[in-house]
C-alpha cells in the first residue's frame, strides 16, 4: 500500500492521490479539493470500504504528518509508517549523533529508537545527504545573487 499527496495546483486545485496494492491489478483514489485531515481519512475509509480492513500497513509521507491524522491511524489500531516533520528530529539528537547505526545497504543506514510505546525508525542516507547539500548551495547562491546586504554578512 501506498499513500501520498500532491500538492500541485491542477486547473486550479490541489489533487490528492492514494494507491493501495492489493493484488494484480492494483485500484487507486484520485480526488479533489483536500483538506489535510479530512482527505487523508477519507482516503482510507475509501479503501477498507472497498478492500475490508485487512491487516495492511498504511505509509504516508510527512505531508500527511498531524496530529488528527495520526490520532485517526491509532483508533481502530491500523498499523502505519509516517514520515515525521524535520523539526522532530531535534528530538532524536542523541540518536542522530551515536554510531551506531545499522547499515542496510552501502549509502543507507537505519536505526530504531523505541518510544513512548511507538517505534520510530531513523534513516540516512548519502544520497538525501547530497541532496540537502545542493539545496543549502542553491539557497545560498541565491540570496548571494539577490542581496548586497548578504553578501556583506559573508
Known sequence: MFLGDLSTPLAGREWQWGVSIISDPFSGIVSTGWSRGQGYQNIIRTMEAKYGKANRIWCSDRGMTSKE???FLKQEDRKFIIGTAKGELRNFERELLAEDWNVVREGLEVKLCPR???????????DRREKEKAMHERFVERMEKGSPRWRSFR
Request: charged share 35%; net charge negative.
Open 116 to 126: 513512548d510505546g511507538e517505534l520510530f525508525v531513523l534513516c540516512r542516507s548519502d
Open 69 to 71: 491524522n495520526i490520532e
